[in-house]
Each structure stands twice: as C-alpha cells, then as structure tokens.
C-alpha cells in the first residue's frame, strides 16, 4: 500500500508532539545520562547532523551540481525530512522527559522549532504553490474569454446604450465574469501575500537550526566536562 509522504510526515510531527507532550505523566530523571541514554542522544544528534547536510549541498554552487538532477534533490529532501523527524523522536526518548537545567530546555524547544518551522515552511508554502498556480490558470482563462467576448459585442455593434448618456451597458453576463476576475484577483493577491509568510518559515528554520547545533555542541561539551555516568 502506497502512503502520501504528507500523511506520513503529519502523523510522524503528530507523535513527536505527543511524545513531547508526555512530561505532564512521565518523567526519568537517571535515564538521560544512562547508558541507554546516550545511545539515543548520540544516535538522534546523528541523524539531525545527517540531515543537515541537505542545505549544505543545497546552497552551495559545487556540491548542488551533483544533485541538480529534480528527482535527486526531491529525494534528498524527502531524506532531510525524515532524518530530521528520526533524529528528534530519538533526542526527546533521550531527555527521558527531563526539562529541568536551562540549556537542556532551550535545546529541546529549539529543535522542536526546527522541525514545525521546517515542515511549516516546506509544506504550507508548496500548497500554496500549487493553488496558486491554478488560480493564475483559472484567471487567464476567465481574462481571454473576456476579451472574446468584448471583442465580438464591438464587431457585431451590440453594445447598448441608454437614452440618456453615452456610456455602455454590459450585458449581466459580462458582468459578472468582470465580477468573478476581480474576486478571483483579489484572492489572488492575498494568497501571494500569504505565502511570502511561509516562505519566511524557511529563513527562521535556517537560523534556528544553527542555532539547535551551537546549543548541541555546548550540551555536549557539558556532558563531557561534568562526565558521563556510565563510565563510572
């Protein structure tokens, strides 16, 4: 059975926020720095930092070429996506839902910010594309029958006029496909508008993923300064 890779990636942010969720009924305060622990944190930190390598090629001319192919970059941002998901459920097992030392709160909200943020922008934004573009399709269409339909009142001379002045009186049906595309330009517009928003999403997910691995490296640097338990 084939899945939509949006059903998937709802249902995957979906657990991750009820597992995150799960600190209002559990905690584990011994099994972030146990053995099993770390093996998560250690494995989830790898996956994300896999994953990050999809922008790295992504803006940068040399190593783009190489996945300039659509379907490659298609597939590695399928892989960035579920890398990144992947990495996160395994960091959040890892806390064993222990948000208590600062640094440890802010690197868990701030890698659930990289994710929404990324997801958010990666998915809104494309459905906003695709709209987009068959609104624009629509409105053409609706634009050039409008100029037909103009045209062929002018040749055959059957625009009205009233007894009183000169000005034209359209037709109700020509009226109201002017009323449809300017409703139609209207949404339109706002729909453009909206998906510059979303595609701020992505800038916000870039800055808030360098700052997840500045946060990372001082998380890890502490766990080794301050030692780790099972090698006790």
Not at 102 to 111: D, Q
Not at 163 to 171: I, L, Y
Not at 201 to 220: Q, R, W
């Amino acid at each position: 059975m084939k899945y939509d890779e949006r059903t998937i990636i709802f249902v995957g942010t979906l657990l991750l926020a009820l597992l995150w969720l799960g600190f209002l009924t559990h905690q584990s305060p011994e099994f972030a720095g146990s053995l099993s622990g770390g093996v998560f944190a250690i494995a989830g930190s790898a996956l994300m930092l896999v994953s990050s390598s999809y922008s790295v090629f992504k803006r940068m001319p040399a190593l783009r070429n190489i996945l300039s192919v659509k379907k490659s970059m298609r597939r590695s941002l399928q892989v960035h996506i579920f890398m990144g998901l992947a990495g996160a459920f395994l960091i959040l097992i890892h806390t064993g839902h222990k948000f208590q030392s600062t640094l440890g709160i802010l690197l868990t909200t701030t890698m659930l910010l990289v994710v929404f943020s990324g997801l958010v922008g990666r998915y809104f934004r494309g459905f906003f594309a695709d709209d987009i573009q068959e609104r624009r399709n629509h409105l053409e269409a609706l634009r050039t029958e409008f100029k037909l339909r103009t045209e062929q009142m002018s040749d055959s001379s059957a625009i009205l006029f009233s007894a009183e002045n000169a000005n034209p009186v359209k037709p109700p049906d020509l009226l109201v496909l002017v009323e449809s595309i300017a409703e139609l330009e209207y949404s339109l517009n706002a729909e453009l508008h909206l998906r510059k928003v979303f595609a701020r999403c992505l800038y916000i997910h870039i800055v808030l993923s360098a700052l997840f691995y500045l946060l990372l490296g001082l998380h890890i640097w502490a766990a080794l300064v301050f030692g780790l338990r099972w090698f006790q």
